[in-house]
């Protein structure tokens, strides 16, 4: 024997409590962010410079040109040059301990990013209040799916219409999956988003040698007959053991965060509802065969 009720219209759900074993959130598309009056800052207590020294080299190339002219035979015009000089010398400052550098300040009016995409960890062991839900109907429902026998009683058949049930109620509904394409999460605004003063450990960084070459000069100076020209370039070199950086503090704020056009798929797992209320069940026809 089946029970058919083709529809079945149930007016208020209410559900006094509600565990969620798992929900995972699949990657999160963001349409827009938007960042307003971004202030990072950083101070720095104490930098040490270890073993700091300069080298300064100067290469000095001397070029020569003689221009004699005679009457009758050819003009004398000979050129060349007569050495390059290198002269370098190297200024030891040994350890240098720079206190109280400035602190350091980035502002940004605003910022805009868009078609972001985020990941987001699984939510477990969760615990909702209660729940009311409204306006729930259910179309074709067949009670029991194998059917169903009474012993020693035969109905041919039976049809009814306009049966109400005043109410009716269920211990508990366990569901082993609920899943969704998407879940639109709309607009979402934070203001005054602040992060708190950070303590930065001790940084300390590997040897750095750092060189630069300057733009060479010319100098010119011209006799007449003897032309000298001196092309001076200036190298400088940097070397320092080891930068070592202590005490040193970070904190950023934010005026407003803004996320537009947000989109979450979503998925249930091992939903359970507890101590369900049903107020009303109206079934406007069914028929046993």
Do not use: C, K
Not at 29 to 37: A, D, H, K
């Amino acid at each position: 024997m089946l029970a058919t009720v083709p529809e079945a219209d149930i007016a208020r759900l209410g559900v006094n409590a509600i565990s969620v074993g798992q929900v995972s959130i699949a990657p999160v598309q963001i349409g827009q962010l938007v960042l307003t009056n971004f202030d990072f800052r950083t101070a720095v207590g104490v930098v040490h410079l270890r073993e700091f020294r300069v080298t300064i080299t100067i290469n000095i190339r001397v070029d020569w040109h003689i221009h004699i002219p005679l009457p009758i035979v050819p003009d004398i015009d000979e050129g060349g040059t007569i050495s390059t000089i290198n002269a370098s010398f190297t200024i030891d400052f040994g350890d240098i301990t720079i206190p109280g550098l400035q602190n350091l300040s980035i502002h940004i009016d605003s910022f805009t990013a868009a078609n972001i995409a985020a990941a987001s960890n699984p939510l477990t062991n969760l615990q909702l209040g209660s729940v009311v839900a409204e306006q729930i109907r259910a179309r074709n429902l067949v009670l029991p799916a194998q059917g169903f026998t009474i012993a020693g009683l035969t109905i041919g058949s039976l049809q009814a219409a306009g049966i109400s049930v005043p109410a009716a109620g269920v211990d508990q509904i366990t569901i082993g999956r609920v899943h969704g394409e998407v879940m639109p999460m709309g607009d979402i605004t934070i203001t005054n988003f602040a992060l708190p003063n950070t303590a930065v450990s001790d940084i300390v960084s590997q040897g750095d040698d750092v060189s630069a070459t300057e733009v060479s000069q010319v100098l010119t100076a011209d006799a007449g007959i003897l032309r000298l020209t001196f092309t001076v370039t200036p190298t400088v070199r940097t070397q320092i053991d080891r930068l070592e950086i202590a005490n040193a503090t970070a904190s950023t704020t934010i005026g407003s965060i803004e996320l537009h056009n947000i989109v979450a798929p979503y998925e249930f797992l091992n939903l359970t509802l507890s101590q369900i209320g049903i107020d009303t069940i109206s079934i406007p026809s069914f028929a046993i065969s």
